[in-house]
Every structure is written in C-alpha cells, then in structure tokens.
C-alpha cells in the first residue's frame, strides 16, 4: 500500500506530524505544529515537505480516480 510506503520513507515526517499540538493539525499556521517548527529550526527541508505534501495529494488523487475493486 502506498500509503505504509510513504509512512516509511518519510517517517521523520510522521513522527513530527504526530507530536503537533492537535490532532488534526493541518501544518500551516497553527500553533504548536511541529512540521513548522522542524521546517524553521532546519530540521526538516522545505524540498522534503514538498515531495511529501505532492506524494500525499497524488496518493489520495490516484484512490480517487481508480474503479472500486471487485470481490
């Protein structure tokens, strides 16, 4: 699955995406995220969220446009 892929190869992400101060923190402006903090304090590369971000949206895009599997 694309999805456990993406978990390992980008799990620095996940990890500070799992330490935000809400639970559905969006990662944009609000307070207590931690990808913004990571992304600020240089821990975390502008280029590597970016292909995180794209590789997300284009996950959820292909799930969008392929046919229900049948059983």
């Known amino acids: 699955d694309v999805r ?6 980008f799990s620095d992400i996940e990890d500070y995406s799992s330490q935000c101060r809400f639970s559905d923190c969006t990662h944009r402006s609000e ?7 990571n992304l600020l304090n240089g821990n975390l590369s ?7 971000v794209s590789l997300q949206k284009e996950n959820e895009w292909g799930k969008l446009k392929s046919p229900p599997v049948k059983k």
């Open 31 to 37: 307070p207590g995220c931690k990808i913004q903090e």
């Open 4 to 9: 456990h892929g993406l978990e390992e190869i």
């Open 46 to 52: 502008a280029e590597r969220w970016q292909r995180y």
